[in-house]
Nanobody
Framework: QVRFVESGGGLVQPGGSLRLSCAAS????????MAWYRQAPGKQRELVAR???????NYADSVKGRFTISRDNAKNMVYLQMNSLKPEDTAVYYC????????????WGQGTQVTVSS
């Protein structure tokens, strides 16, 4: 069973930047497409950005032009560079397979909290 450990979150002012990291316990190349998701209080989890093994990327409209997803298959790492952060980006961020059904629902990590506030 694969495990994910997310890190890099924190408190940042509006307009600031953060870089999130996700370490997987096994090959993300074998998993395939990976994604960052987020869940704000009282809201459903939503897909923020995805990246295929071929490095094709897709982004939610709300983060296009501000967030950049990347992956390092050799290190089993996935990253999310977040710039020009807004208060509405406040959420717990998770990395996981895309679609999640590829792994089932038993492998979600703890996530990393991102809070954007002045």
């Amino acid at each position: 069973q694969v495990r994910f450990v997310e890190s890099g979150g924190g408190l940042v002012q509006p307009g600031g930047s953060l870089r999130l990291s996700c370490a997987a316990s096994r090959s993300i190349f074998m998993i395939g497409a990976m994604a960052w998701y987020r869940q704000a209080p009282g809201k459903q989890r939503e897909l923020v950005a995805r990246i295929a093994n071929g490095l094709t990327t897709n982004y939610a409209d709300s983060v296009k032009g501000r967030f950049t997803i990347s992956r390092d298959n050799a290190k089993n790492m996935v990253y999310l560079q977040m710039n020009s952060l807004k208060p509405e980006d406040t959420a717990v961020y998770y990395c996981y397979a895309d679609p999640p059904s590829r792994l089932g629902n038993d492998s979600w990590g703890q996530g990393t909290q991102v809070t954007v506030s002045s």
